[in-house]
């Protein structure tokens, strides 16, 4: 019989990837069987590396860079994708540095990717070493300035970058739209691009700055990098007529694969590219049709756009109200029913009030047959609500939360809803409900031997006022392993994990994980 042993890199990489669910645990138990596999594990575990440099990860950072900086700590050897997030810079980091961040990369012995998710731009010294040490390095940054530095380094691969402007009250500005431009157009590796906006009042200030509309200036022969992905994050960004023109001339529509547009549905954007993205396989899009336009100019234009993606397989859709028994939603339903994989309806600004669903959500998701991840803001959960399993019948909604129909393929649900601001802390007005939905959720899916689930993630959120205001959240994570429904709320190791021997039972078992 053959044992772990006796398989090669390939074959436990096979394993690993049939197990997903089960990945830590895995690594652990291989972990203790020989050296090899031991060495097997960490590649895997610390082959995507983030330090990440806020409180919350203060100490395992600090352990992390020490361990990288370590001569004698084969960890070097592993890594090969590094990612920087959240330095603020020297002098308001919690546990990293520029002189620590160039020691860590340079004890690497190799490395394929490296991120720098942080707002403060990256150094002159990281940037030598970048080009230096790993010139094959794909580069992902986000810039909140078009700093030339990091923007002529040929290993730019992925560019989140924010530009500075004078005014985003109006279509036209001085910003920093034209240097970006010229550097984009060298840049023959890049495959991903967002572009966002945002107010400085000394952008006239910056070298390069002009005056001109809040748009890439785009002129005839002008070519972009042949990008895979592509989008739009500031609802300021003017889609003129003309300026689609000259994007769908600067772009190669057949390699573009994902689109996000944050603008409230750009209808010359919809005109100008209906079925000139034929691979394209993700969009993102925002809605604000306006519902007293008796046509539905905006509506109609995003409907018919959509309807012509036809390898379409994500779709996200950022709303205030969604009318499932519009024309736009029945379209959904026949184009793409049968073929879309992942499904997200989210509100069109983050942590606000959730979209507003006119009709039966439940019966218009039961014709997406093929849906492996559905991902849904919900109505807000009102103090009247109460859940019969919990607390019996009283009066107000029969149950507190709603739960998607048990499709065939569907193996991951995120849910999102606000609480209600109570006397109660957020955990104690929510944590008997998010069990019980839980519970539910898993008994309607399990009740039918067709389904997949294997994750639900059900996050609950209000608006908390103290020294300041801000988001309280938590998140409820639950994984199905060998029968056992695993509870726990993410990125809190106070509350123990809940695990309920069988489905649907309302007997658990707890532990501190």
């Known amino acids: ?79 090969r994708d590094l990612h920087i997030v959240a330095f603020r810079g020297d002098d308001e980091s919690y546990c990293l540095n520029t002189r620590l961040i160039t020691e860590c990369l340079n004890r690497l012995q190799r490395l394929d990717s490296f991120s720098w998710e942080c707002d403060a731009p990256i150094s002159n010294n990281i940037l030598y070493i970048l080009k230096q040490r790993f010139p094959r390095a ?76 809040l748009q890439l200036p785009l002129e005839p022969g002008d070519a972009l990098p042949p990008l895979e992905s592509l989008g739009f994050c500031s609802t300021r960004y003017n889609f003129s007529e003309q300026h689609c023109l000259d994007l769908l001339a600067s772009i190669d529509c057949k390699k573009l694969r994902q689109l996000k547009l944050t603008p409230p549905t750009p209808i010359h954007f919809f005109h100008v590219f209906l079925g000139n993205l034929p691979h394209l396989t993700h969009l993102e899009v925002s809605d604000a049709s306006n519902r007293y336009d008796p046509q539905y100019f905006r ?81 807000d959960i009102q103090t009247s609500h109460h859940c019969p399993d919990c607390d019996g019948y009283q009066w107000g909604e029969p149950t507190t939360i709603w739960i998607p129909p048990p499709l065939p393929h569907l193996r991951h649900v995120n849910l999102s809803m606000r609480a209600p601001t109570t006397e109660q802390s957020l955990f104690e007005h929510v944590n008997k409900h998010a069990h019980c939905a839980t519970r539910r959720l898993w008994k309607t899916f399990t009740e039918d031997p067709g389904t997949n689930l294997e994750t639900f993630s059900l996050r609950l959120w209000r608006w908390e006022t103290g020294r300041s205001t ?44």
């Open 470 to 513: 801000r988001v309280n959240e938590l998140i409820y994570d639950t994984t199905r392993l060998h029968e056992r429904i695993v509870t726990k709320i993410r990125h809190n190791h106070d509350v123990p994990t809940t695990v309920y021997k069988e489905v649907g039972s309302t007997h658990r078992n707890t532990s501190v994980p």
């Open 1 to 79: 019989m053959t044992g772990f042993e006796d398989l090669d890199d390939d074959v436990l990489y096979l394993v690993l990837d049939y197990l997903y669910l089960e990945r830590a645990i895995v690594l652990q138990h291989l972990r203790c069987i020989s050296t090899r596999l031991r060495n097997f594990a960490d590649a895997v575990t610390y082959k995507a590396l983030s330090l990440i440099d806020d409180e919350a990860h203060e100490q395992i950072t600090y352990r992390r860079a020490e361990r990288l900086t370590d001569a004698s700590d084969k960890i070097s050897h592993f890594v």
């Open 299 to 379: 509506r109609r234009a995003c409907s018919d756009f959509i309807a012509g993606l036809k390898s379409l397989q994500k779709l996200v859709i950022r709303c205030n109200e969604l009318d499932l028994e519009s024309g736009f939603s029945k379209m959904l339903v026949d184009v793409h029913g049968p073929s879309l994989r992942h499904l997200s309806i989210q509100a069109r600004q983050d942590d606000y009030y959730s979209p507003t669903y006119m009709g039966c959500i439940r019966e218009t998701l039961s014709h997406f047959t093929n849906l492996q991840s559905l991902d849904m803001a919900l109505p």
């Open 138 to 213: 794909q580069l992902c940054t986000r810039v909140r300035y078009p700093d030339q530095n990091t923007l002529s380094l040929p290993q730019l691969f992925r560019l989140h970058v924010s530009i500075p402007c004078a005014d985003l009250s109006g279509r036209d500005s001085i910003s920093m739209f034209r240097p970006l431009k010229q550097a984009l157009l060298r840049l023959p590796n890049l495959r991903h691009l967002l572009l966002d906006t945002h107010f400085d009042i000394d952008v006239n200030r910056m070298e390069g700055a002009a005056m001109g509309s």
